[in-house]
């Protein structure tokens, strides 16, 4: 990892950017279910409109990475 990398990710982390969240099974963009105890007691929880998937894990994606699949044809 370049030190140009590293001082773009610590960059990242102290503004506090969060990168889009997609789903683990189709790779679409999930949201959270809203619950006053979710993200305190309990974990977040996710779900995908694409493919119906409901769970606590949804992927980082770099929004860098997502520039580039939209451009591809």
Do not use: H, N
């Amino acid at each position: 990892m370049s030190l140009s990398t590293l001082r773009e990710v610590l960059g990242m982390m102290r503004r506090g950017q969060k990168s889009p969240l997609t789903c683990p099974v189709c790779g679409s963009r999930v949201r959270r279910t809203r619950s006053q105890l979710e993200g305190w007691i309990l974990p977040e929880k996710y779900y995908c409109d694409a493919c119906k998937y409901i769970g606590f894990i949804a992927l980082e994606r770099d929004p860098e990475e997502e520039d580039e699949a939209d451009q591809t044809p």
